[in-house]
Structures are given as structure tokens and as C-alpha cells.
């Protein structure tokens, strides 16, 4: 069975910090590309940042460009985000996705508020 379990989402102040991670399993975790996606009530889904299986960074979205960093560890089947600096506009639910030709896998969010 495939599951992506999203797990570091949480309340903070404006200018506070998160890091998020998904945890992997049932499929083939390191020959995957991994991104973040987000999405704030009303609107649509955001692709923010995506990472190579090989651990290249292949996107960054400008408007978390300098605060925010994907990384991902193939031995613990975990990719992060570093969320640093964070603002009311980065509240939103934050899914990790999993791309390996021809399958998208997704896990099921988890809520990240920012406060000002």
C-alpha cells in the first residue's frame, strides 16, 4: 500500500519556522520526484518546490524563494521543507507529492497557520 504521512504543520507566529516532513512507503521512494504543494481555503492548488530523486532541487516558487528549503533523505524515505520566515499568506494545507512515471502519489495534508 502506498502512503505519503505528512507530519510538522502547526501554528506559528509571523516570522516563525516549520519544517514539514513526508514520510514514504510502498513504493519505489528513491527513484521518485518529490515536490510540496499547498493550498489555501479558496484557492487553488500551488506547486511551491520540487526535488529529483537524485536530490537535485529542480523548483522553488518565487514567492517562497530564500525562505523555504526542500531536501530529502532516500535512506529514511523522508523528504522536508524548511519553512523560515514565514508569513499569513504561507497559511494554507501542505500535501507532499511523489512522481514516478506514470503514477502521482499524495498524502493527505497537513495544516500549517501562520499568525500575525
Known amino acids: 500500500e502506498v502512503q505519503l504521512v505528512e507530519s510538522g504543520g502547526g501554528l506559528v507566529q509571523l516570522g516563525g519556522s516549520l519544517r514539514l516532513s513526508c514520510v514514504a512507503s510502498?513504493?519505489?521512494?528513491?527513484?521518485?520526484?518529490m515536490s510540496w504543494v499547498r493550498q489555501a481555503p479558496g484557492e487553488g492548488p500551488e506547486w511551491i518546490a520540487a526535488?529529483?530523486?537524485?536530490?537535485?532541487?529542480?523548483y522553488i516558487d518565487n514567492s517562497v524563494k530564500g525562505r523555504f528549503t526542500i531536501s530529502r533523505g532516500n535512506a529514511k524515505n523522508t523528504v522536508y521543507l524548511q519553512m523560515n520566515s514565514l508569513q499569513p499568506e504561507d497559511t494554507a494545507v501542505y500535501y507532499c507529492?511523489?512522481?514516478?512515471?506514470?503514477?502521482?502519489?499524495w498524502g493527505q495534508g497537513t495544516q500549517v497557520t501562520v499568525s500575525s
Open positions: 510502498g513504493f519505489a521512494f528513491g527513484s521518485s520526484d
Open positions: 526535488i529529483a530523486s537524485g536530490g537535485v532541487v529542480t
Open positions: 507529492n511523489a512522481y514516478r512515471w506514470p503514477s502521482h502519489y
